[in-house]
DNA sequence: CGGCATCCATTTTGATACTG
DNA sequence: CAGTATCAAAATGGATGCCG
């Protein structure tokens, strides 16, 4: 089972060696919100059959960017969480989402998966640290059973996957509403018209509309205009 | 030829969609330079056969990221170039860069390929803005028979492929000092132990030495220790 | 040199059946 | 559930030959 290289002296091409093989940067971005169990981890990665996933899983765990672990109680069931070199990739994995948010995403294809979090992630790609100049807050996001929270210190942000354990805001949208948002809505612009509810402290809940600027989609070829 | 897709309604995986398979992502590395022919090109990726690397141009080309151009005279032969679009994965390539300089660069092994402009490239990886900050200058690096600049303009920087038109500066190195600088070596000890040979602005050349600062390389894994 | 076509050995993957 | 085993379908790597 040796492992396939390029074979090349450059931080790019060993990177690629570890984390470019298909499925596996996508493992990773399951990975970025906390902790996941095999099977969610599939969920998440449809196409993906178990054989691959363990052979996945089983690689980036030998190469120290993700660990086999065990929920807490009253969970205790295995999972696979990222080590700090594995959480390290988060900001090489938005960055291509900032790219793709730019350059590939239109309409929803018909038979698209989507799932909540992948959402979430594009809005802690257009995170804006200027904005959140000052700001220390933790939002919840629910969207239908699934929630997710933002906690936001000054310029930093970390998003996770789970309830938060006080927030000091909290948004909730139906998933219709939510998907929006990958499509190029705003989410300030969601708030304002009431696609989304929004509860708490009113200030943090002004701040929250400018966090996340969605930059303009644009088209990558001339025949994209037509719809 | 179905191009193979994710199917995820998620800016990650579309991204991925595009550029994912093996050896785009060390494509679009190479043009982040410049134009390059066809040759040349295969010449920086070594393993990547003439089939296939016309395939992946192909597919860079029909998706709007690369565009096949005719090189300026003299020399009129036909190159490869990257769009706006294909232009602005740098970041995210940077982002991988920047990565795999903390967690992946040790020793060149044995077999592995090496050219100068990736070591350019890891230097762009690690470019300090304020560092750079008020700096307007342009560099010119000579490495071996490679020449390669780079413009700075407050924080701002780009690199490409051949000589500058009036550099500010110019550092000359042989490719095994160069070597030294992916390896964890920072720019600035090796000017000032004299594997480096610099000309030009004494200013310029001083602020040079802070521009680069390369993260400490830190192992994955336990048994990494060992070297 | 630039670039496509073809043939073939080897890997990688996808899908599914199967076991603790 | 978590994960292994198995097999068919793609993708890749390498060699080569061809043509402008």
Redesign the pocket.
Known sequence: ????TYNQYCATARTLDLVG???TLLLVRELLTGPK??????AGL?????????????LLEREGLAR?TVLPPPAR????ALTEAGEELGPAILALARWGLKWAMDERRPDETFHPGWALLGLQACFDQEAAAGLRAVYEFRVDDEVFHARIDDGAIEVLHGPAQRPDATVTMSEEAFLGLVGGRALGQAIEDGSASVSGDEEVLRRLKDLFPLPAPRPRRADDQAG
Chains 1, 2 share one sequence.
């Open positions: 089972m040796e492992q396939r093989e298909r499925w169990r095999f099977g969610d981890l599939q449809r196409g993906l059959g178990t054989g691959l996933l363990a052979a996945r899983l089983k086999r069931t295995p999972a696979y």
